[in-house]
């Protein structure tokens, strides 16, 4: 993400982390050694063991309406399912569609794109429930009744070779917030990292990092 507003910040977060549950992916680090295991202190006989607190269950927010957002979306019917960009296009499309007039929270946009995902990265965002609202920038959004303007642009940079079952695309993100009382918000950039996979004669997305 390009330093920027809150907004920003708030998006590409939450994007992240509905991602990082779709999978391992080109660009996650590698795991680290931990290297040998450090010997166990020893416990005193008098030692005891701490008090067991009972967990206290966090609130969960309520899901937003159905319906189309104001910017629109994807026409399932229009995007080749055996184009992998065509996937993705549509995937990031849906994604950050966001809209405050049917949308509590972000993760209510990203379920949109469940129909171009995987069957387990989509699992994990359709059943993702959001415990804390979208703070300032969502606020701001609402207050302006807003919906977001998806623009994308497939970027070229180096990337990893396609092969014949996954493919990474690069996309340039724009999000300009419309209020339907006439305003314009300041836009929303991200860079999405897609990996695309084939399953059977088509293809769907596997996971989604935003930077």
């Known amino acids: 993400m390009r330093p920027g507003s ?8 939450l994007v992240l982390v509905l991602a990082l549950a779709g999978g391992a992916l080109w660009w996650a680090a590698g795991s680290r050694s931990s290297g040998s295991a450090a010997p166990a202190a020893a416990v005193s006989p008098r030692s005891t063991s701490p008090a067991v607190r009972e967990a206290v269950p966090v609130p969960v ?13 994807p026409d399932p019917a229009a995007v080749d399912g055996r184009d992998p960009e065509a996937v993705g296009r549509a995937a990031l499309g ?3 569609a966001w809209d405050t007039g049917l949308d509590v929270t972000l993760a ?23 415990v804390a609202a979208g703070g300032a920038a969502w606020s701001s959004w609402a207050g ?7 623009s994308l642009e497939l970027l070229r940079d180096e990337r990893p070779s396609d092969s014949s079952g996954t493919v990474y695309r690069q996309w340039s993100v724009t ?16 860079v999405a990292y897609v990996e695309v996979v084939r399953v059977g004669e088509v293809w769907r997305v596997a996971g989604v990092r935003v930077s």
Not at 61 to 73: H, K, S
Not at 110 to 130: C, D, I, M, N
Not at 176 to 190: L, N, S
């Open 6 to 13: 809150g907004a920003g910040r708030t998006l590409a977060g």
């Open 61 to 73: 927010l309520p899901r937003g309406r159905e319906g189309v957002p104001g910017g629109g979306l």
């Open 94 to 96: 849906a994604m950050y």
């Open 108 to 130: 209510d946009a990203e379920r949109r794109a469940v129909p171009w995902l995987t069957a387990g990265y989509g699992a994990a965002v359709a059943s993702r429930s959001a």
């Open 144 to 150: 302006h009744r807003a919906y977001g303007r998806v």
């Open 175 to 190: 999000v300009v917030p419309t209020g339907r009382d006439g305003w314009t918000g300041a836009p929303v950039t991200a």
